[in-house]
C-alpha cells in the first residue's frame, strides 16, 4: 500500500506523489484516483525518477487502458514530461496509473486538474 500526497499548487493545479515512499516492484500503482461519473483527469506535467541501481520502464494508462508516455530510467534518472499547452486528457472518470517493469526505487510527482466533461 503506498500513501499517494495531493496538494494544490499556486496555478491552481493539483499535485499527486509519491510522497517520499519509492515503488520497490514492477507494478501497476493508482497515482490519481477516478475523478468520478461526468468528470476526467487532465494531466499537465509528470516527474519521474529512479534512485536504484536496477533500471526501468516507467509506462502511465487511464485505468486498465493503453499505455502511454513510456520512459526509460536508468540508475538515478530523472525524467520530466511537460505537456504544457497540450496537456494529457483522459477518458471520462478513469484512474492515472503508472506502470513500472522491473523492481527498483521509483518516485513520481504528477500535475493535474479534475474537470467536467
Given amino acids: 500500500m503506498y500513501t499517494v500526497l495531493v496538494t494544490v499548487t499556486s496555478s491552481g493545479l493539483q499535485r499527486a506523489s509519491s510522497n517520499g515512499t519509492p515503488i520497490a516492484s514492477a507494478a501497476t ?3 490519481v484516483a477516478a475523478p468520478g461519473a461526468g468528470r476526467r483527469l487532465r494531466v499537465y506535467k509528470i516527474i519521474v525518477s529512479n534512485g536504484s541501481a536496477t533500471a526501468t520502464w516507467v509506462h502511465w ?12 530510467l536508468s540508475q538515478g534518472a530523472t525524467v520530466v514530461i511537460d ?7 483522459l477518458t471520462t472518470n478513469k484512474a ?13 510527482t504528477v500535475e493535474y486538474d479534475d474537470r467536467l466533461v
Avoid: H
Avoid at 494508462?61 to 526509460?72: C, D, F, M, P, V
Avoid at 492515472?96 to 521509483?106: D, K, N, Q
Fill in 29 to 31: 500503482t493508482s497515482v
Fill in 61 to 72: 494508462k487511464a485505468n486498465a487502458g493503453t499505455l502511454y508516455y513510456q520512459e526509460y
Fill in 83 to 89: 505537456l504544457g499547452d497540450r496537456p494529457w486528457d
Fill in 96 to 108: 492515472l496509473e503508472m506502470v513500472t517493469s522491473a523492481a527498483g526505487s521509483v518516485e513520481y
